[in-house]
C-alpha cells in the first residue's frame, strides 16, 4: 500500500501566523520540504490579500521556486481573480474551496455554496484551456464552528458538486479539528458511495487530538491521499477554534510504523519544520517533530 502526503503547511500553516514571513524564508521551508521527499506541496493562496496578509506575496513565493520533476507547488484559488493571477505566475496546480456548512462558507469567502460552485465554473474552465489540474476543497465536512453538526448528504452533495465541475481530487476537511473515527465513519462512508476512494483526500487539523485516529478510521476505508502540515503548523482564521493541522512528522511516523510507503523522510521534514520554527520564534505542537528535538 502506499499513500501520498499533501503538504500544506505553507499554506494552512503560514495563513495563521499572526506575524507575516518573509518570501525568502517561505520559499526555503518549501524547498526543504521537497528535499524531504514530499510531492505535492500547497505554496500559497490567490486569495484578498486584505483578508489573509501573510500570504499577500503569493506571486513573489511562485517566483522563488525552482520547478523541480515529480514535484507539484500548489495554491488556493477562491474565484476568477485568484485564478487569473495563478496563471500569471505560471501555478500549475490550484484549489478551488467551499463548504458544506452556509454559515461557514459566507464567512470564508462572502458567497454561499451555490454561489461558490458558480464561482468555480469559470476557473475550472481556464484550468482546462491552460493544463492546470485542479482539487477541490470542502470545508467543515464534520462539525461547523457556527452550525454545530453538519449532516453527511451535504458533505455527498458539495463533494460531487465538485467532482462533477472537474476536480481531480477532493479534500474533505475537518476545519476545526473536532471530528472522531465514528464521524469519518459515517461521514467519508457515505461519500465513498458517491465517489471513488482514490479520488477522496483527508484534511485533518488536530484541536482536540484525534486526527491521527481519523487518519487510522480513512485508511480502514481504503483512502490514500491525506494532508498535514509541517510541525503541526496551521488554522483558518475564519474558523474560531481551529488549530494546526495534523503534523507531516506525525502521520509519516505512523505510516512507516504500519509499513505504509509515502516516500517522505521524517528527519528532513523535521529540519524544515525546526528552520520555520525559528524563524517564527516559538515551538511547533507536532509530538514526532517535539521528539526529534532531543
Ligand atoms: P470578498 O472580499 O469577499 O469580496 O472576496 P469582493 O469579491 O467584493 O472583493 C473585495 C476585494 O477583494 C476587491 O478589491 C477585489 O478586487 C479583491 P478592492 O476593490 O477592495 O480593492 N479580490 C481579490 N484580490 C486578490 N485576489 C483575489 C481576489 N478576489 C477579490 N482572488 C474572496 C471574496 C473569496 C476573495 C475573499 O472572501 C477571500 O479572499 N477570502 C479568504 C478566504 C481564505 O483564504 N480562507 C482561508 C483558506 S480556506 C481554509 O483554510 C480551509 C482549508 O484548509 C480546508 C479545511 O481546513 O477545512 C482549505
Ligand atoms: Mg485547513
Redesign the pocket.
Known amino acids: 500500500m502506499k499513500v501520498k502526503v499533501v503538504e ?1 503547511g505553507p499554506r ?1 500553516g503560514l ?1 495563521n501566523e499572526p506575524e507575516s514571513i518573509a518570501s525568502q524564508d517561505k520559499i526555503k521551508f518549501i524547498e526543504a520540504l521537497a528535499d524531504a521527499g514530499l510531492r505535492e506541496i500547497e505554496a500559497s ?8 496578509p501573510q500570504l499577500a506575496d503569493a506571486a513573489e513565493v511562485f517566483a522563488g521556486l525552482k520547478p523541480r520533476q515529480g514535484v507539484a507547488y500548489s495554491a ?4 476568477m ?2 485564478m487569473e ?1 495563478a496563471l500569471a505566475c505560471g501555478v500549475r496546480r490550484v484549489a478551488v ?1 467551499t463548504a458544506a456548512s452556509e454559515t461557514f462558507t459566507q464567512r ?3 458567497m454561499s455554496i451555490g454561489e461558490s460552485l458558480d464561482a468555480f465554473r469559470p476557473v475550472m474552465e481556464a484550468a482546462q484551456a491552460h493544463g492546470v489540474s485542479v482539487r477541490g ?1 470542502v ?2 465536512c464534520f462539525v461547523c464552528p457556527y452550525e454545530g453538526e453538519i449532516s453527511a448528504e451535504n458533505v455527498v452533495r458539495v463533494a460531487s458538486d465538485l467532482h462533477a465541475l472537474g476536480c481531480d481530487e477532493i ?1 474533505l ?3 476545526i479539528g473536532a471530528a472522531a473515527p465514528t464521524d469519518v465513519q459515517r461521514t467519508v462512508g457515505m461519500v465513498l458511495s458517491a465517489l471513488p476512494a482514490k479520488k477522496i483526500a483527508l ?1 485533518f ?1 488536530d484541536t482536540y487530538g484525534t486526527a491521527l485516529a481519523n487518519v487510522y478510521a480513512g485508511l480502514q476505508l481504503g483512502i490514500t491521499t491525506f494532508d498535514s502540515s509541517a510541525g503541526g503548523l496551521g488554522g ?3 474558523a474560531p477554534g ?1 488549530s494546526g493541522n495534523l503534523a507531516t512528522e506525525d502521520l509519516v511516523y505512523l505510516l512507516q510504523r504500519m509499513g505504509i510507503e509515502c516516500g517522505v523522510d521524517l528527519g528532513k521534514v523535521a529540519e524544515a519544520s525546526s528552520g520555520i520554527a525559528r524563524i517564527l520564534g516559538r515551538d511547533l505542537p507536532g509530538k514526532q517533530w517535539k521528539r526529534l528535538q532531543g
Open positions: 500544506v494552512d495563513q493562496s490567490f486569495v484578498n490579500p486584505k483578508r489573509i488556493l484559488v477562491p474565484n481573480k485568484g493571477r474551496f470564508n469567502i462572502g476543497y470545508s467543515t479534500s476537511g475537518d476545519t484534511h487539523h483558518c482564521p475564519y481551529a
